[in-house]
């Protein structure tokens, strides 16, 4: 039993870890103009954070719907201008639930 919650643990680090060089990643291709280091970097955030939030015990459709609840929140919050000049959070809604 230990030896599960360590490598547990473990993981969860690697994940942490991994993470943070993949946002160190997309800095990087922001600094250097590269859209395939960008993209790389992106991408990578967005599936390290589906499999930490895994192995901490969530479900992909929790963060899902917590990803959702958060667009609708910063959309009608105006925190930016994101919504204002460009209608940037609607179209990701759209693009995230094309049925709603």
Known sequence: MEIG??????????????????????????????ETEILQGLADMIGLSYLLARRMGLDFSKVDRMLMQRLE???????????????DLSMLQSYLAPDE
């Open 73 to 87: 929140v910063w959309r009608t919050a105006e925190k930016t201008n994101l919504e204002k000049w460009w209608g």
């Open 5 to 34: 919650v360590f490598k547990s643990i473990h993981v969860i680090e690697e994940l942490k870890i991994e993470l943070l060089q993949a946002h160190c990643h997309f800095q990087t291709g922001a600094v250097h103009s590269s």
